[in-house]
C-alpha cells in the first residue's frame, strides 16, 4: 500500500503543478493522451493462500489488449503525470488437475482496471525514462468444469502496480512505449451468478507484464 500511496502523491503534484508552470513546460511530453495497448500477460500464484494443490507450477499466459488515457506535465527535464487503463486477456488456467489449478478452479482473466501515476527523466530531446505505480482491480472468470465456457460467476481481486518503461515521442504527436509492470493482488472477493457477494478474503497473485503502446498526444 505504500507504493500505492506514493503513486497517488505523484498524481496529485502533477496536477496542482500544471497552473503554475504552464509557462515552463516541455511541450513533446505534456498534455492529455490517448494510447492503444498489447503484450504478454502472465498470472502465478504468489503463496500457498493462492495454491490449494500445493504447486507453485500453476500459473496462466496470454495475449494482453486494451487502452488508456493519461495527461503528463513536463517541466525541464522531468515529467509526472497521472493515467488510467483498462485491458482484457487471452490468459486462461491450464486443463492439469481443473478443480485445483491456481487456486481459483479453471480461471480465464477478464477485464483489468489500473489508475496510478507516473514520473520520468526526458533523456534525449524525444525520449522519456519513467517508472509508474498505482491501483488495479482485475477479474477473473470462472471457467465450466473442464472447458473453455466462461460462467456467470467471477472473482474480483484488488492489489496494487508497480513498472517502468521507455517512451519515444514521433513526428505528429505520436508516440511509442515499451513497458514492463508487476502486479500483486492481495484481496479477493466472489461474484455468484445469482447477484450474491462474498465476503472479501485474502489472496496474494503475482502478474507480469511485458507491453508495447501505441498513443497520440493532445
Do not use: C
Not at 88 to 94: D, F, L, V
Not at 189 to 196: E, H, L, M, N, W
Not at 197 to 214: C, E, G, K, L, P
Amino acid at each position: 500500500m505504500r507504493k500505492l500511496s506514493v503513486a497517488v502523491l505523484l498524481a496529485a503534484s502533477a496536477l496542482a503543478a500544471t497552473p503554475a508552470l504552464a509557462q515552463s513546460t516541455n511541450p513533446t511530453f505534456t498534455g492529455p493522451r490517448v494510447e492503444g495497448t498489447i503484450g504478454w500477460d502472465h498470472l502465478v500464484a504468489g503463496s500457498s493462500e493462492d495454491n490449494d494443490n500445493g504447486r507453485n507450477d500453476q500459473k496462466t499466459d496470454g495475449f494482453l489488449y486494451g487502452g488508456g488515457v493519461g495527461y503528463d506535465v513536463a517541466v525541464g527535464g522531468v515529467v509526472l503525470g497521472a493515467e488510467g487503463e483498462i485491458t482484457g486477456s487471452t490468459a486462461k488456467s491450464s486443463r492439469n488437475d481443473y478443480t485445483e489449478d491456481f487456486g481459483y478452479g479453471r480461471v480465464k482473466a477478464g477485464r483489468d482496471l489500473y489508475v496510478g501515476a507516473r514520473a520520468g527523466v526526458i533523456v534525449t530531446p524525444n525520449t522519456l525514462l519513467y517508472v509508474k505505480g498505482g491501483y488495479t482491480n482485475a477479474k477473473l472468470n470462472v471457467l465450466a468444469g473442464n472447458t473453455d465456457t466462461t460462467t456467470d460467476n467471477s472473482f474480483k481481486l484488488d492489489g496494487w502496480r508497480v513498472g517502468a518503461g521507455v517512451e519515444r515521442a514521433f513526428s505528429g504527436h505520436t508516440y511509442g512505449k515499451l513497458e514492463y509492470r508487476y502486479s500483486n493482488y492481495e484481496k479477493g472477493k466472489i461474484d455468484y451468478a445469482d447477484g450474491a457477494t462474498s465476503s472479501r478474503f485474502d489472496v496474494d497473485t503475482d502478474r507480469h507484464q511485458i507491453v508495447a503502446s501505441y498513443g497520440i498526444r493532445f
